[in-house]
T-cell receptor, first 109, second 112 residues
Framework: RKEVEQDPGPFNVPEGATVAFNCTYS??????FFWYRQDCRKEPKLLMS???SGNEDGRFTAQLNRASQYISLLIRDSKLSDSATYLC??????????FGAGTILRVKS | DTGVSQDPRHKITKRGQNVTFRCDPI?????LYWYRQTLGQGPEFLTY????????KSRLLSDRFSAERPKGSFSTLEIQRTEQGDSAMYLC??????????FGQGTRLTVV
């Protein structure tokens, strides 16, 4: 079993749609959690950290369920510019980041 | 530009040759990481440094791979006797302790 698992997609959605990505992780000792965004042939960039209480940044909402070892990302009112690969990232401790394979989002007009 | 920089951006080499990549982290960051990414996959951890000490190496890092960070600033990743399976994007990232990592633009290696 992979340490971090994501639905690879692709998710094809129209502009304005709401889309949700899910991620599960296997190591219950994981300490911190992130969503990164990666555009085609570019480096990953931090989108947001994920906290147990849930956190929101504009159209983006991240949730963490430690009991279920589950992380989610919700994007509301999708824009064309949201098209990218979204990487679920878990910090196992010692700051070693473990990445999921990524979920591809394509927003179409 | 005060971000993470990697050099070269692209490298094409013949199988069996040695290659070396360089990473310059964000200056105040004491942690430096190397990842490898192939098409359709997320980045895979290779190794990381805290200052000049190499604290962890992945099993992906075979004997042909070596990384150094001699003065706790820039780092090099060397691949000896390259194989076609080494073709990938090699990403470097840096961070402070327990904060998010910032990535360089990567070095794309093609072994022909």
């Amino acid at each position: 079993r992979k340490e971090v698992e994501q639905d690879p997609g692709p998710f094809n959605v129209p502009e304005g749609a709401t889309v949700a990505f899910n991620c599960t992780y296997s190591n219950s000792a994981s300490q911190s959690f992130f969503w990164y965004r990666q555009d085609c042939r570019k480096e990953p960039k931090l989108l947001m950290s994920v906290y147990s209480s849930g956190n929101e940044d504009g159209r983006f909402t991240a949730q963490l369920n430690r009991a279920s070892q589950y992380i989610s990302l919700l994007i509301r009112d999708s824009k064309l510019s949201d098209s990218a690969t979204y990487l679920c990232v878990v910090n196992k401790g010692g700051n070693k980041l473990v990445f999921g394979a990524g979920t591809i989002l394509r927003v179409k007009s | 530009d005060t971000g993470v920089s990697q050099d070269p951006r692209h490298k094409i080499t013949k199988r069996g040759q040695n290659v070396t990549f360089r990473c310059d982290p964000i200056s105040e960051h004491n942690r430096l990481y190397w990842y490898r990414q192939t098409l359709g996959q997320g980045p895979e951890f290779l190794t990381y440094f805290q200052n000049e000490a190499q604290l962890e190496k992945s099993r992906l890092l075979s004997d042909r791979f070596s990384a150094e960070r001699p003065k706790g600033s820039f780092s090099t990743l060397e691949i000896q006797r390259t194989e076609q399976g080494d073709s990938a994007m090699y990403l470097c990232a840096s961070s402070l302790e327990r904060t998010e990592a910032f990535f360089g633009q990567g070095t794309r290696l093609t072994v022909v």
